[in-house]
């Protein structure tokens, strides 16, 4: 039999951490996505190094293509990140930092440079 002390305590548990997330704003999952690109970068160079396809791609073979393709994407992507965004409230590295130091770790593991794409040559790296 569940004692009614310890139902309360759980109900109240549940209801505090619901709350909790309602209060949270979207900056909020901004901030916290922008700071998983340092580990998702590690992750993804991992991946690549065991010849692994990358995330978008996993039901693929693995292929120099696709890879180019993924860090291509992550690189527009991620180059605007700055101090405007989340709403003004991220206060992490910047996107070219990110994407030059995922690429400065790509290349200290052995990895082939990047063919950019059209949208990316305009980008010093």
């Known amino acids: 039999m569940i004692k009614p002390l310890a139902c309360s305590v ?3 548990a549940l209801v505090g951490c619901t709350t909790l997330n309602i209060l949270k704003g979207p900056d ?3 901030r916290s996505t ?15 190094l065991r010849k692994e396809p990358p995330q978008g791609a996993l039901t693929q073979p693995y292929s120099r293509e696709a890879w180019s393709k ?5 690189i527009f992507y ?16 910047s996107g070219p930092e990110l994407v030059e130091g995922a690429l400065a770790r790509r290349r200290a593991a052995g990895l082939p440079d990047i063919e950019l794409e059209s949208r990316n040559r305009d980008k010093p790296l």
């Open 34 to 48: 922008y700071a998983d690109f340092p580990a998702g970068f590690e992750n993804s160079i991992a991946r690549e």
């Open 10 to 12: 759980a109900a109240v």
């Open 70 to 74: 993924y860090w291509n994407d992550r």
């Open 28 to 30: 909020d999952f901004c």
């Open 78 to 93: 991620v180059w605007t990140v700055g101090p405007d965004a989340c709403n003004g409230t991220y206060r992490g590295p």
